[in-house]
């Protein structure tokens, strides 16, 4: 027998199929071992020794493989294709050497990019052994993310409160965001004017032409500055003749762009799907895994996570067959082509992203897959087949016009652009981020030296705009530009700076919130070169030389540890006025923009002679005044236009200020939103002076929505919860939504349902209401609520049990009866496929799980594929917080006692 160790349990059951009875195929789920969540995981003292542990299932998932080596004729290891698979064949070794079972048992290292018979047959042929190099580049970063997060971030807890975190890429990718940011608050529109003509040719052809010179002198497109230069060429033009001087066509060809990378996949997807990063790359791996199509399980793409834009040459010659079949020979090229990679510091050579099998057409497997799958199977589809398909021909056309008013001459510029032959245009064409200008408008025949005729003259007043914010494709490019991360990293950066509330998605565009520039700003100020883009890249870059085996990991380290260590020494005689001033002077455009009346942004709205700065708490960072405790007032960092007096807000306390939305217009008191100590919150009125008066009517936020996404009218609709939004089918009353110590909720009397993780308390509606109740309802039992009687998701064929997916105490939660499997963060309940269920519920079994509690407790979660990092991966990993794991630790004895402290302080009345 020989056993093959891969890393998911769908991967093992459709490759076990694949090799036959002679094989036993084993999934790691993963890392098996990771560093402690600790201080000492790893030790520059002493030569930057590492100490791993095993995870909680890493424990049995080793003796499993133990278990299955004993007596075994060979141990093959298959994990994936890249530096993470490498390190994962790597953990099992040792942690099976550790325990001493292999025992001479040969070793051997295959990968394929590619779950199909014929992609693993070929691996199984070509065994190698670990490759060391690549092992060496996994420690080297692993320890540098562990380094910077373990030192880093307390440094913020100290220096910065309400600072959540620190890492090596996750820090300098904020960056990126803020600098945006300031480019945009910082930016002075510039007026500028367009003198466009519209013309008519001798056959009755109308087109439009631009002004581009005058008196033999250029114009740029700013040159015309105010109305009374561009009223002037106005003027003229329309007492001028117009000629044809010149006609320019030129041939042009268009070349599709190369097949999928990982960051190219994850923009393009962002642009034409609307899918965030860690979205695209959890869809993409149940394509690479495998779907059921036609009775059968296959990987339809190739492995997701790689740099390379070639692809084998059986795959060519298949695009190119699919291509003249599905569009005629007119669409091949003479000679297949070749792509070479462009980004810096490009990982192993991997191929591309594409279909296991090209003639596997997107109509063809859209009945097998579901809306996501589908639509992403066929980009990936479209890209790679349109990359081996003939260049687009075209034809640009520029026309000069002639305008003559008396002895002057004012030239004007049409353009134009006709496609000749569509070539590969015809099935895919790539998106942008910002739209640009649409040249493909086309002209109408015309001679040099033909009259034209005027059809009128429009000038338009224009203004210069800031640069746009970065939307997460656009991110993800600039860092890839930058050579900043790596492909399996961009989406768990992402979703770090999102978890971290470092950055909110607005419009589809990244916005830093105000703790997310105080980080950068506090990074900038006193660790400069680690939020660098040069030395960031430049780490990558001497990572990638480690392998290559051209040097030493622990050198790496070395170079790194020394200075770095040095600039977190510097911060500990630190003091909070050195970290605000740099704060204040840093991001002063910010917190205090100029004023239209020019009067100074940083005067006290309250007693005026006072000035507004930035101070600290231990609730974090908010604006006050150096006339404190004389004038109490305080606002949050974000100066938004309505200032709030500070009324019972305590500067030295630390709390930030209030935010006046606005007044109710029913009662005309002001609605203000305030942070509170459980968390911001909206408030009607004042808090009464007088004991005993009744307390002004409050609301918390729903998780999910940000401060400053907190309007007047969305303020107004939280102070009127609870609403009513239905009434039962049965007794007639009404049920209620509102906001509860435990979150959103619906009420029916005495009966009450917790509200979904999509579910908005504001916008729900009646009939997802009654439902909540109905299932709340159901089954009864000692007069209390039965649980939710969840989803049927479809019946497992080998156990006969019905699988239903259900929302638990801990979350959403699969069980067929007698397991309980928790659904990880990357899989949503309302989309739980079938295979994934059982795929779940199959991993918990076999990690000894029985049935737990009836609500989904947290013994029945599964633990998060490679893809979605375990607590302490993406506490210290690319992405994460070395630290966050040790901060919550020491949070848990406060947590104890907080039932004690509110007893007291309900008895002190």
Not at 300 to 309: A, K, L, P
Not at 430 to 437: L, M, Q, S, V, Y
Not at 707 to 720: N, Q
């Amino acid at each position: 027998m020989k056993v093959v160790v891969v890393e998911s349990p769908a991967k093992a059951k459709t490759i076990n199929k694949y090799l036959g009875s002679d094989y036993e195929v084993i999934a790691s789920f993963g890392h098996i071992r990771d560093l402690p969540a600790k201080d000492g995981s790893v030790d520059p003292e002493a030569d930057f020794h590492m100490v791993w542990e095993l995870e909680d299932r890493g424990s049995k998932r080793v003796s499993e493989i133990a278990r299955a080596v004993k007596g075994a004729e060979k141990l093959i290891l298959a994990t994936d294709p890249d530096r993470e698979g490498e390190a994962i064949s790597w953990h099992v070794v040792e942690a099976l050497s550790a325990r001493k079972a292999l025992k001479g048992i040969p070793i051997e290292r295959v990968t394929f990019n590619a779950i199909t018979k014929a992609s693993v047959e070929t691996a199984m042929r070509q065994p190698r052994q670990i490759d060391q190099a690549l092992v060496d580049a996994y420690l080297a970063r692993r320890a540098l993310d562990y380094l910077v997060g373990f030192n880093l971030s307390p440094v913020l807890w100290r220096k910065l409160p309400g600072a959540r975190s620190a890492g090596r890429v996750q820090s300098v990718a904020l960056r990126l965001v803020c600098e945006r940011e300031y480019e945009i608050e910082t930016f002075k529109p510039r007026e500028y004017w367009s003198i466009v003509a519209t013309l008519t040719t001798q056959d009755g052809g109308v087109f439009e032409a631009r002004l581009v010179g005058a008196d033999g002198k250029r114009i740029q497109r700013l040159d015309v500055g105010d109305g009374e230069a561009a009223a002037a060429f106005k003027r003229d033009l329309e007492l001028a003749t117009f000629a044809v001087a010149s006609i320019e066509a030129k041939p042009a060809r268009r070349h599709p762009q190369p097949p999928f990378t990982t960051s190219t996949l994850q923009q393009e997807a962002s642009r034409k799907l609307g899918m965030a990063p860690a979205q695209t790359m959890r869809v993409a791996q149940k394509l690479y895994e495998g779907v059921e199509i036609g009775g059968e399980t296959v990987g339809i793409i190739t492995y997701m996570r790689t740099d390379g834009v070639d692809m084998a040459p059986e795959a060519i010659v298949d695009a190119r067959q699919v291509v003249a079949k599905e569009f005629g020979d007119r669409y091949v090229p003479e000679v297949p082509r070749k792509y070479s990679v462009k980004a810096k510091n490009a990982q192993e050579a991997h191929e591309a992203v594409r279909p296991t099998e090209m003639s596997r057409l997107p109509k063809q497997t859209a009945r097998y897959l579901d809306p996501e799958q589908a639509k992403l199977y066929e980009l990936i589809w479209t890209r790679t087949v349109a990359s081996q398909m003939e260049s687009a021909e075209l034809e640009r056309t520029t026309v000069d016009v002639a305008a003559q008013v008396g002895p002057r001459r004012i030239d004007l510029r049409a353009t134009g652009q006709v496609v000749k032959f569509d070539g590969f245009l015809t099935l895919y064409q790539e998106g942008k981020d910002d739209e640009e200008d649409d040249e493909s408008r086309r002209l109408p025949p015309m001679k040099a030296g033909d009259a034209l005729r005027r059809e009128r003259i429009a000038a338009t007043q224009h203004f210069t705009e800031p640069p746009p914010r970065y939307s997460e494709a656009s991110l993800v490019k600039r860092m890839e530009e930058l050579g900043i991360g790596r492909p399996s990293t961009y989406a768990a950066i992402l979703q770090t700076l999102r978890d971290r509330e470092y950055v909110r998605i607005d419009k589809k565009r990244l916005v830093p919130e105000d703790k997310g520039r105080l980080v950068t700003g506090f990074l900038e100020s006193f660790f400069k070169r680690y939020v660098e883009y040069d030395f960031t890249a430049g780490l990558e870059g001497q990572l990638d030389r480690v392998s290559n085996a051209e040097i030493d990991w622990r050198e790496v380290l070395r170079d790194f540890w020394r200075d770095f260590s040095a600039a977190v020494g510097g911060t500990k005689e630190l003091r909070v006025a050195e970290v605000l001033d740099a704060l204040n002077d840093l991001l002063g455009a910010h917190i205090f923009p100029e004023k239209a009346d020019g009067s100074n942004p940083r005067a006290c709205p309250t007693c005026g002679s006072g000035s507004l700065s930035l101070k600290l708490g231990k609730f974090g960072a908010f604006v006050g005044c150096s006339n404190y405790p004389e004038c109490k007032y305080t606002r949050q960092l974000a100066a938004t236009g309505v200032e709030g007096d500070g009324e019972g807000t305590s500067a030295e306390g630390g709390q930030p200020g209030t935010r006046v939305l606005g007044n109710d217009p029913v009662t005309g008191l002001p609605v203000t939103l305030r942070d509170g100590r459980f968390g911001p919150f909206v408030q009607l009125g004042e808090a009464p002076t007088e004991k005993g008066a009744e307390k002004p009517k409050r609301s918390s936020l729903p998780k999910g929505l940000s401060p400053s996404g907190v309007d007047l009218e969305k303020a107004l609709r939280l102070l009127a919860l609870p609403r009513e939004v239905a009434r039962h089918p049965e007794t007639g009353e009404p049920i209620l939504a509102s906001l509860g110590r435990f979150g959103p909720y619906v009420q029916h009397g005495k009966t009450y349902a917790n509200l979904g993780k999509d579910d908005d308390v504001l916008e729900i509606g009646g009939n997802r209401a009654i439902d909540l109740i109905v299932a709340k309802e159901q089954g009864g039992g000692r007069g209390r609520p039965a649980g939710d009687p969840g989803r049927v998701v479809g019946k497992d064929e080998a156990s006969g049990r019905d699988l239903v997916v259900k929302a638990g105490k801990y979350g959403p939660y699969v069980t067929d009866g007698d397991v309980n499997a928790t659904l990880p963060k990357t899989l949503s309940a309302e989309a739980l496929t079938l295979e994934e269920a059982i795929g779940l519920v199959n991993a918990k079994r076999a990690a000894g799980g029985g049935k737990s509690s009836a609500n989904g407790s947290a013994r029945g979660r599964k633990a998060p594929a490679r893809g979605a990092k375990s607590a302490t991966q993406a506490a210290s990993g690319e992405g994460g917080d070395a630290a966050a794991p040790k901060k919550r630790a020491a949070a848990k004895p406060a947590a104890k006692t907080a039932p004690k402290r509110a007893a007291a302080k309900k008895a002190a009345g």
